[in-house]
C-alpha cells in the first residue's frame, strides 16, 4: 500500500543543503489522517523526502517547553 502525504501547513525552513533538499517543519497528514508537526527534509518540489518525525500536538508543546527550558550556551555542539 502506498503512503500518501499532504503538506496541510508549511511551518519554516530549518536549514538547506547544497543538494536542494531543506530540513521544514510543516503540518502533513499522513494517509488521509488528521495532520501532524512533521519534521524532515524534501525537495524542492516536496515529491522526494528523507526520514524525520512526526509529532502530535501534545508532543510539540512538550518538545517546545523542553527547548524553551535548555541553555543553548551549555550544549557542547558546534
Known sequence: MAITFEIVKHLGVLSEYRNGFRKEIN????????GKVDIRDWDEDHQRMRKGITLTKDEFEALRNLICDIDSDSLEIE
Do not use: Y
Request: proline share 0%; hydrophobic share 40%.
Open 27 to 34: 503540518i502533513v497528514s499522513w494517509n488521509n489522517r488528521n
